[in-house]
Every structure is written in C-alpha cells, then in structure tokens.
C-alpha cells in the first residue's frame, strides 16, 4: 500500500477541526473519514479498514486516550496520532508511552500534519513488516532466552547460524567478538577473563535484530532505497526487544549492543539519537570494530577496502561516529587485530577443509 492511498480515520468533537483536517488530507490523495466521538470511532473501525486514526484528546464521553488505549489492544494494525492543546505537552508524551505514533499540538499547520502522517504511516508499514517476517522467530528466540538463561554458548551458534542467512558470515560476528574485548582490554585495563568474554560474547549478537526484517533486505546488490532503508534500521531496536529481560551478564550486555551500536558519538545514530556518553561504552567500541571489519571484508553492494582506506576512513570518523578516545586505543590496538584477522582466516580454511574431508567420506561411502 503507497501512503498516498492510505485510509484516515478523523477523531475530534469539532466539526471545523474535522473539516480543515480532511480537506488537507484529501488534496493530498489520502482517504478520509470524520467522526466526532471516540464510541463513533470504533464503529468505524469494525466497518471498514483503517490504516491510520488522528484523534483529539478532549472529547466528551470517551477521551481520546480511552480510545488509543482500545484501539492498540483491539487493532494493533492501525496507527495513531493524536491532537493535543497546547498547554498540554505531558499529555503529549504519555500516548506516546501509550503506543501513539506521534502528536501534534494545537494550533497545527498543514505540512506539519502531512508530515507526522506520512511518517506514522511509513512506521507502520516498517513494523507490520517486521511482524510479519520476524515475529515467529522473535518469538522463538525470546522464549529460548528466558529458559536457557546461562547456556549463552548454544544461543550465540543459533544467532550466528540465523545471522548467516542474513548476509553476516559466522567469520565476521566471531571476529566483531574478539575485536571488541580487545578493545575493552586496553580500554579499561584490568578486566577479568569472564568480562572480555561476556564482551566477545555480546558484541557478536550486534545484528541479531536482523532477523525481524526480510532477508532480501540484508542481500540486497545495490543501494538501499528509502524505505528499505526504514525497515533495517528497524534491527537495532528489534534487537533490544528480542534480548529484552535476559538474566545473564552476556546477554544483558548484548542487548546494550544491539540497541545502540548504530548510534553516532554525536548524536545523529539512530535508534534513539544519543550522542556521547548516554551511548552504553560497549555500543561504542562495538561501532568501531564493527565497522572496521565490515569495511575490510566484501559486501553484497561493494567490494571489500584495503587496509589503510579502511583505517582513514575510521579515523576522518573520529569525532562524528566514533569517539575520539576509542579511534585512539583502536589503534594502539592494530597489531593484535591484525593477529585476529589472520587467525580468522586459518580458522575459515580449516573450517573449509574440515568440510570438504566430511563431503569426500560421504561420497566414498
Ligand atoms: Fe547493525
Ligand atoms: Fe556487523
């Protein structure tokens, strides 16, 4: 479904408001309907299909709080947005907690309607999407989490065996794991092995959120357009998700990682656009050495970066994605990533025999 063709559900007790409301909608293609109570509201949602509702939030008889509270739990497909007084920004806030898509404070203007709905509208797209493609796995995993608690070793095979048909080779989540507590080695000297290890552990589950959005995505040759440029950013917050509530010290550190390793030192990452040190440390080493390994390996969209266009590249970040302290113990720490890459590689070739002997039995048989 194109935005343009979306349906639109009107909500206010005002006639004038409904009025102005549709009328820009509709000249910019969408389809609209006004009713003038939330009771109204959900006669019209048993009717017919809605993609999105643009409620007032004072309305005699059910408030429009009342009525998102309904509609998330009874139509989880529909988005909303709601109407708010000026003076009344808290209350603004607290749908948002409540599952609204975003608010808009009184009085509004035109393009500022246009473009709350059309991001609603493309969010809502992004994570129905994601339900539909990641749901059962999330699902799945979550569950597995909670009742394997410690045996950490068995889910980081089953995410690196998830991650590879996602475009990320077991060698490249192994070696983002062993980059990582390297870093966190020199970084804060000192730690013991179980830390570095909860780190090597935690940061190879940075992209286990991938598995919430369609493969073709991750395998993708050429660019990303914009909305499927929507959808993957999706992962680092289905990531957080899927790890959310795990009891180990691994786990809970990885779901630190998945959330944040897309965000920016200066704060224009996402998910959450934190700049600094409101990114978890471990987020922020993970970006670095995640983005190191990615730049020296090939992806589906280009070819793998020689080493010094890799490093100048890290370094011209400093500042911008990455933190200045961080590129700098990144550097003190080459030599013994460069050990990790050639260990990486003997490892892959004997993995590769290993498999090649297994298949030359069988055939002998
Ligand atoms: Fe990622
Ligand atoms: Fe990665």
Not at 128 to 140: A, F, M, P, S, W
Not at 301 to 319: N, V, Y
Request: with cysteine.
């Amino acid at each position: 479904m194109t935005s343009a063709k979306a349906k639109i559900l009107i909500v206010d007790d005002e006639p004038a408001i409904c009025d102005i409301l549709a009328r820009w909608l509709s000249a910019d293609g969408y389809a609209c309907e006004s009713v003038h109570s939330g009771e109204a509201a959900l006669d019209a949602l048993e009717q017919d299909e809605v993609h999105l509702i643009i409620s007032d939030i004072l309305m005699p008889g059910m408030s429009g709080i009342d009525l998102l509270s309904i509609v998330r739990s009874k139509f989880p497909g529909v988005a909303v947005l709601m109407v708010t007084a000026v003076d009344d920004r808290k209350t603004g806030i607290r749908t948002l907690e409540l599952g609204a898509y975003g608010y808009v404070i009184k009085p509004f203007d035109r393009n500022e309607i246009l473009i709350n709905v059309a991001m609603a509208l493309e969010r809502r797209e992004a994570s129905l999407l994601n339900d539909e493609y990641g749901g059962n796995l999330r699902g799945h995993i979550t569950r597995s989490l909670k009742q394997i608690g410690q045996l950490e070793g068995i889910i980081f095979h089953t995410i690196s065996s998830f991650g590879h048909r996602h475009g990320e080779t077991d060698e490249h989540l192994r070696r983002v794991g062993r980059f990582a507590s390297t870093l966190l080695n020199i970084v804060r000297p000192g730690r013991s092995m179980q830390e570095l290890d909860d780190m090597a552990r935690a940061a190879a589950m940075h992209d286990i959120g991938k598995i919430a959005a369609p493969e073709a995505i991750w395998l993708k040759k050429g660019k990303l357009d914009d909305r499927e440029r929507v959808v993957a950013q999706t992962h680092s917050e289905a990531g957080a998700k899927i790890l959310q509530g795990a009891d180990a010290p691994a786990l809970r550190l990885a779901q630190e990682i998945a959330w944040a390793h897309h965000e920016w030192w200066d704060g224009t990452g996402y998910p959450r656009g934190l700049a600094g040190d409101a990114i978890p440390e471990a987020a922020r080493i993970v970006a670095i050495v995640d983005t190191y390994d990615a730049l020296l390996h090939e992806r589906p969209h280009r070819p793998a970066f020689p080493e010094d266009e890799a490093l100048r590249i890290i370094k011209d970040e400093s500042g911008a994605h990455f933190e200045p302290r961080l590129v700098d113990c990144f550097m003190q720490a080459l030599p013994r990533m460069r050990e990790i890459l050639q260990e990486s590689n003997l490892e892959a070739s004997q993995r590769e025999k290993l498999s090649l002997d297994f298949a030359k039995i069988h055939r002998d048989r």
